[in-house]
């Protein structure tokens, strides 16, 4: 299997700098806005909900995330995290169950191109906080995850040291 990916990227490499030669093009669209983080992962910083929507003991707010490609969707990672103020952890990842007080789920879902959706499921009329912070990092296919392999993506210090993510 290596040796394979070997003969790819020496094929890919030699395509790439020996090509023909011609008049520039027009300049392309306008990148991605979302912070670049190592090896093309973007990243939001933290941001709150605005409010919630929804009714009884399903809630849910949506934020724009320009990052979220039908690419994206199709073969790479999108990670959501939240901190509670007051919560004992620092940053969850989502899918948690934070607390004991009261029984809730918090998730994300991506419903569209360019948006994610973070909801909130509660056996009671008890909310969480406006001041609760959310985040979101995304990690295109095809982007190394070196030795420590997909295991890596549920520990939020990890993720954030082997792709330089400022916290």
Known sequence: MKMIFSILNVII????????????????????????GTANVFYSHWFSPSAWQGYDTNWY???????ITQAII??????????????????????????????FLVNYVIPTVGKIRFTLVTNT???????TKF???????????????????????????YYHIPN
């Open 135 to 161: 985040r979101y990092v995304i990690i295109p296919g095809g982007s190394s995850l070196g030795k420590r392999g997909i295991a890596m993506l549920n520990s939020y210090k990890e993720l954030i040291k």
């Open 61 to 67: 707010f949506d934020t724009v995330a320009t990052g």
């Open 13 to 36: 490499f030699v395509c790439c700098f020996t090509g023909c030669k011609g008049d520039k093009g027009d300049p392309g669209i306008a990148g991605l806005q979302d912070e670049v």
């Open 74 to 103: 199709d073969s790479g990672v999108v990670l959501a995290f939240m901190k509670m103020e007051g919560d004992s952890v620092e940053v969850r990842p989502l899918p948690a169950t934070p607390t004991a007080e009261f029984i």
């Open 125 to 131: 009329d008890l909310m969480l906080s406006l001041n």
